[in-house]
Antibody, heavy 122, light 107 residues
Framework: QVQLVESGGGVVQPGGSLRLSCAAS????????MHWVRQAPGKGLEWVAFIRYDGSNKYYADSVKGRFTISRDNSKNTLYLQMNSLRAEDTAVYYCAKDARLWFGELLLDYWGQGTLVTVSS | DIQMTQSPSSLSASVGDRVTITCRAS??????LNWYQQKPGKAPKLLIYAASSLQSGVPSRFSGSGSGTDFTLTISSLQPEDFATYYCQQSYSTPPTFGPGTKVDIK
């Protein structure tokens, strides 16, 4: 069955950096686009970024553009989110999610990981 | 960006009740509308995609309808395990956007 396991969350000071990882199993990782979605404490869901199956195209929310970088290593079945210049408002649970459609994606998230908490605080 | 709204923001219902949640898009999104269920401390789960298609494994008491800008999620007979927050999401264009959520709790 599909499994997505995030790691790398923690407490970081404003202006700091953190790299999240998402280990995927149970499906052909290299054939699907992948997303990051976050949820601030007590708030709703906010899409963060998407990467196509081969890493050829990447898309970001305006709120993280220029600070966050999504990437993937298909040889390791792992998705990443490099987060730089972190702000208090980036505090959230970060979920990785699989896109439902092969290859290019259709912005439909059919499987989600359990999430990893990022806290930005001094 | 396409803005998504939901109503109500919360509701109280009893087991066995019929529950309807509405989602509206700021522009036409055809049938590119999806519904997710999230329980406290858990990841969201896909329930309905393409406005009315039931995701595999989801009970048939869940149904979706609508197109264009107005959509509905219906739970025909609320079960104890259905108490959760429900989010709509448009997959018509990037960035995909979510509604603010509707919390369904026990009356």
């Amino acid at each position: 069955q599909v499994q997505l396991v995030e790691s790398g969350g923690g407490v970081v000071q404003p202006g700091g950096s953190l790299r999240l990882s998402c280990a995927a199993s149970g499906f052909t990782f290299s054939s699907y686009g992948m997303h990051w979605v976050r949820q601030a404490p007590g708030k709703g869901l906010e899409w963060v970024a998407f990467i196509r199956y081969d890493g050829s195209n990447k898309y970001y929310a305006d709120s993280v553009k220029g600070r966050f970088t999504i990437s993937r290593d298909n040889s390791k079945n792992t998705l990443y989110l490099q987060m730089n210049s972190l702000r208090a408002e980036d505090t959230a649970v970060y979920y990785c999610a699989k896109d439902a459609r092969l290859w290019f994606g259709e912005l439909l998230l059919d499987y989600w990981g359990q999430g990893t908490l990022v806290t930005v605080s001094s | 960006d396409i803005q998504m709204t939901q109503s109500p923001s919360s509701l109280s219902a009893s087991v066995g009740d019929r529950v309807t949640i509405t989602c509206r898009a700021s522009q036409s999104i055809s049938s590119y509308l999806n519904w997710y269920q999230q329980k406290p401390g858990k990841a969201p789960k896909l329930l309905i995609y393409a406005a009315s298609s039931l995701q595999s494994g989801v009970p048939s008491r869940f149904s979706g309808s609508g197109s264009g800008t107005d959509f509905t999620l219906t739970i025909s007979s609320l079960q104890p395990e259905d108490f959760a927050t429900y989010y709509c999401q448009q997959s018509y264009s990037t960035p995909p956007t979510f509604g603010p959520g509707t919390k369904v709790d026990i009356k």
